[in-house]
């Protein structure tokens, strides 16, 4: 991914890429996926491309939908009551 901004429009700090642990919500599942992202050195603010934006947005739909072949089980999850 090209650095298309070097400057946050909401702090003015600098912006970098790095690699982060993404997690997506849906249907009652949780998955993770590995991105390499812009992230605001000062703030932590994170930028998204069109088609990272969209990964994210399909790997959610698909929770919603319950369909979660090609995902690999990594343990289970527990709600505090």
Request: glycine letters at 8%; proline letters at 2%; a negative charge.
């Amino acid at each position: 991914m090209n650095t298309i901004i070097s400057l946050c429009p909401f702090c003015g700090g600098t912006v970098t890429q790095k690699s982060v642990l993404e997690t997506v919500f849906g249907g009652g599942h949780t998955a993770s996926i590995q991105m390499n992202i812009l992230v605001c050195e000062k703030c932590s603010e994170r930028f998204y491309s069109l088609e990272q934006n969209n990964r994210l947005e399909a790997l959610q739909a698909k929770l919603e939908n319950q369909q979660t072949e090609g995902l690999q089980p990594t343990g289970v999850s527990f709600k505090v009551v």
